[in-house]
């Protein structure tokens, strides 16, 4: 069984997104009865598979189709079509990539039509988002099951991106809500570690849809006391809890001024595996009102890649500011770009969405059931 399932994972690799087309969703014919039977004990085979050498290759005898998602989709009709045999019912197995195959769920759909529909509700699986597998076999008289083909099909996850800027007790100085306290932020980091997200980067954003409630600590401006930040994500970090966090720094004050992150912090930041360094360019420009984008974004860039050593791929507009001359720029040099728009993010599909992410930001005041509010996945 445990070899079935490493070579389902490493088929829909093989085979992801060659199947998804427009669905002809055929859901009132009469002869066509839809069970479902929870975390079924299937038997099946892949005897249908030719191993060469070590690289199993799956040839699909049926196309599954999904009808068009848009991002506030919460079901999906599903459709095998195609069949290069007969088959007298299909039989989906269906299971949510961050949940794993042992939370796998069957759905029946039995008729002599030619193509066999049903439509799948993320009720089943309690509502969640993100990336689910499925794969249809077909049911042979002795019960066993063939696999006949199988894709992915995702539900888009909202994503809190947190903001922050200064880490610290206020004492008086600068914007108050600009400052999170240790313990505040500690609260926080401990409830979204106790209540399971998944803490990412902009390295790995294309794990949003595969994990559990996924969630960015940023923070702007490249303060020496995010040290404090690094000191309790360490103090949090166990076998099974791996946090992230994402500092934007001022590229111009790196070993200029006392009161930002050193050259030497910054790189053991980002060798201690938790920080991801990225750019809030170099000069804290307000970015519509310049005309030297080449320094503050690419020279931003590339210092910042000189002290840490790896890519810097995400900038944060200073002060949230962005016009359509700013997204063309930034998207020379970097993939994301976070403005202060507030909300969790959702991918819609619209032209140069990830330019322009939105973020949640926690305030000195932010108490722990507003947090917990702002960061609620759904
Ligand atoms: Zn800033």
Same mark, same amino acid.
């Given at each position: ?9 490493? #088929?829909?690799?093989?085979?992801? $997104? #060659? ?30 598979? &030719? =191993? ?7 040839? &699909? ?8 998602? %848009? ?25 949510? %990539? ?8 069957? *759905? ?7 193509? *066999? ?17 499925? =794969? ?23 994503? !809190? ?19 999170? +306290? &240790? ?26 849809? /595969? ?40 590229? $111009?004050?790196?070993? /200029?001024? !006392? ?28 970015? !519509? /009102? ?17 002290? %840490?050593?790896? &890519? ?5 507009? !200073? *002060? ?10 930034? /998207? ?14 959702? =991918? ?28 609620? +996945?759904?």
């Amino acid at each position: 069984m445990n070899k079935l399932i490493i070579f389902a994972f490493i #088929c829909t690799t093989l085979l992801a $997104g #060659c199947s998804l087309k427009e669905a002809k969703a055929k859901m009132s014919k009469e002869n066509k009865q839809i069970t479902h039977t929870k975390k079924t004990e299937a038997t099946f085979t892949d005897d249908s598979v &030719p =191993e060469v050498g070590n690289r199993p290759i799956f040839q &699909p005898k049926a196309t599954i189709s999904i009808s068009p998602l %848009t991002f506030e989709s919460t079901n999906a009709t599903i459709t095998t079509e195609d069949l290069k045999e007969t088959v007298s019912g299909i039989r989906y197995h269906i299971w949510r %990539t961050a949940d794993g195959p042992e939370n796998m769920q069957t *759905f029946s759909s039995t008729g002599t039509a030619e193509d *066999f529909s049903f439509l799948f509700d993320t009720n089943e699986f309690s509502g969640k988002r993100g990336e689910y597998h499925v =794969e249809a076999y077909s049911v042979q008289e002795d019960g066993v099951e063939k696999l006949l083909a199988k894709t992915t099909l995702t539900f888009q996850q909202h994503v !809190p991106i947190l903001m922050y800027h200064a880490i610290d007790d206020y004492k008086g100085v600068g914007m108050q809500e600009l400052f999170v +306290s &240790p313990a505040n932020f500690e609260e926080q980091m401990r409830y979204l570690k106790d209540h399971g997200y998944t803490f990412l980067t902009f390295e790995n954003w294309r794990e949003v849809n /595969k994990v559990n409630k996924p969630v960015l600590v940023t923070f702007d401006d490249g303060m020496k006391n995010n040290l404090n930040a690094f000191w309790i994500l360490q103090k949090l970090q166990d076998n099974t809890f791996h946090p992230a966090a994402t500092e934007y720094v001022i590229a $111009g004050s790196i070993d /200029k001024n !006392p009161s930002r992150l050193s050259s030497a912090d910054l790189k053991e930041m980002a060798d201690s595996g938790i920080f991801s360094i990225q750019s809030h360019t170099m000069s804290h420009a307000d970015l !519509p /009102k310049i005309s030297n984008y080449k320094e503050e974004l690419e020279g931003s860039k590339e210092k910042i890649e000189q002290v %840490t050593g790896k &890519p810097v791929i995400a900038i944060a507009y !200073p *002060f949230g500011h962005v016009d359509s001359t700013v997204v063309e720029e930034t /998207k020379k040099y970097y993939q994301y770009a976070t403005t202060t728009k507030p909300g969790q993010f959702i =991918e819609k599909g619209e032209a140069d969405e990830m330019l322009l992410m939105r973020r949640v930001r926690i305030s000195n005041s932010t108490n722990i059931n507003q947090f917990a509010a702002l960061v609620h +996945s759904w």
